[in-house]
Structures are given as structure tokens and as C-alpha cells.
T-cell receptor
Framework: EAQVTQNPRYLITVTGKKLTVTCSQN?????MSWYRQDPGLGLRQIYY???????DKGDVPEGYKVSRKEKRNFPLILESPSPNQTSLYFC?????????????FGPGTRLLVL | GQNIDQPTEMTATEGAIVQINCTYQ??????LFWYQQHAGEAPTFLSY????GLEEKGRFSSFLSRSKGYSYLLLKELQMKDSASYLC????????????FGTGTRLTVIP
């Protein structure tokens, strides 16, 4: 089954404790992206990657890191989480070429930083 | 920069038709997407427009006017399960497949 998976789905942590949210896709997509979703603000892009070893900042990259060592994986790293990073996070993937190819979203990770 | 506007909330009756509008101002345009998102779940793709006009897909249709920076999503024969948020997203022209999302319209279908 073609899908994007994220782990963990739910996470409660404390300020300053490093964490990683994993994202994996099995569709051989070149493009992957991380979003956060907050009430009243919609989906905002954190980082994206157009292929292995190619990453770039989105609209809200502060406090986050990413890596793309393999095509299928695109982990999101919070080196020192803060309460303002409490949010619902989505990973998405798509083929790189523009067209009517949509982005496929993972199920989401709900993060609470105390 | 990107600016995408949608109404925050709408209510409609089961069996009726509802139109959700989206206006956008973007530095580049390479397509407009509509997604459906149930509370706490991932967005799922509904429609794509890149040329002016209407695209129809069953009970859902989407319209685009590039000159007016305007799109709408039309939902016919509303069902209770259509209660969800509807997200308008514009793809830019940077070459990457980046999407910029509006804040979404929460639709409530009432009996």
C-alpha cells in the first residue's frame, strides 16, 4: 500500500529535550516536506527536500532541523524543543515534477512541549 | 509573498449545495489544489486546477479564474460526512512542488 508513515503519532515532552519525528514514504517520491498546523494559522511549511541531500527552508524553519540521507526518509529534528513548538505536524511527499501530482500526507504527529 | 484567503466557517444543510471560495495573491502561480481534512486527520486531495474553468469530479467541482486570483469548491448533495475543513493551496513557480495553504474553511453540515 502506497503511504507516508510518521512516528510517533503522539508525543509529550519537556522543554529542551531533543526529539526526532520520523517520516518514511514507499512511493519513491523525490519531494518531501514538513508542515506544522496550528489553529487559525493553517498549514505552514517548515522544511522541504527535492531529493537526497537537497533540503531547504520553508516559511517557519526556526528551531527545526532536517536531513535527507535516503530517498524514503525525511526526519524532523527538534534540538531543544520549546512550548511554542506544540503543534500538529504533517510530513508529505510527491513526485518532484510539477503537474497534477498531489502531495500525499502522513497521518500526523501531535506534539506537546511542557 | 503568498496571501490566500478563505472564509473561516460555513454551515449548510444535508442535501444542499455549498460553494467555498478562495482568493489568492501569489508571486508565482503553478496550480491550485483543494484538500479535505477531517478533524485531527491528514489532508486528502480533492481537486486540482491549473487552467481557467471548471473541473468536475462526482459531487465535487472546482473552478479557477487566474486573472481574478479566484477559485471555488462546489459540493453538491451534501452528506453529513462532508463536515470537515476544506483547504485551498497554491503551488508556486520555484520549481519545487511547494504548496502554500489558506487557513481552511470549516464546513458543518446540519440535518
Amino acid at each position: 500500500e502506497a503511504q507516508v508513515t510518521q512516528n510517533p503519532r503522539y508525543l509529550i515532552t519537556v522543554t529542551g529535550k531533543k526529539l526526532t519525528v520520523t517520516c518514511s514514504q514507499n512511493m519513491n517520491h523525490e519531494y518531501m516536506s514538513w508542515y506544522r498546523q496550528d489553529p487559525g494559522l493553517g498549514l505552514r511549511q517548515i522544511y522541504y527536500s527535492m531529493n537526497v541531500e537537497v533540503t531547504d527552508k520553508g516559511d517557519v524553519p526556526e528551531g527545526y532541523k532536517v536531513s535527507r540521507k535516503e530517498k524514503r526518509n525525511f526526519p524532523l529534528i527538534l534540538e531543544s524543543p520549546s512550548p511554542n513548538q506544540t503543534s500538529l505536524y504533517f510530513c508529505a511527499s510527491s513526485p518532484y515534477r510539477a503537474g497534477q501530482e498531489t502531495q500525499y500526507f502522513g497521518p500526523g504527529t501531535r506534539l506537546l512541549v511542557l | 509573498g503568498q496571501n490566500i484567503d478563505q472564509p473561516t466557517e460555513m454551515t449548510a444543510t444535508e442535501g444542499a449545495i455549498v460553494q467555498i471560495n478562495c482568493t489568492y495573491q501569489t508571486s508565482g502561480f503553478n496550480g491550485l489544489f483543494w484538500y479535505q481534512q477531517h478533524a485531527g486527520e491528514a489532508p486528502t486531495f480533492l481537486s486540482y486546477n491549473v487552467l481557467d474553468g471548471l473541473e468536475e469530479k462526482g459531487r465535487f467541482s472546482s473552478f479557477l479564474s487566474r486573472s481574478k486570483g479566484y477559485s471555488y469548491l462546489l459540493l453538491k448533495e451534501l452528506q453529513m460526512k462532508d463536515s470537515a475543513s476544506y483547504l485551498c493551496a497554491v503551488r508556486d513557480t520555484t520549481g519545487a512542488n511547494n504548496l502554500f495553504f489558506g487557513t481552511g474553511t470549516r464546513l458543518t453540515v446540519i440535518p
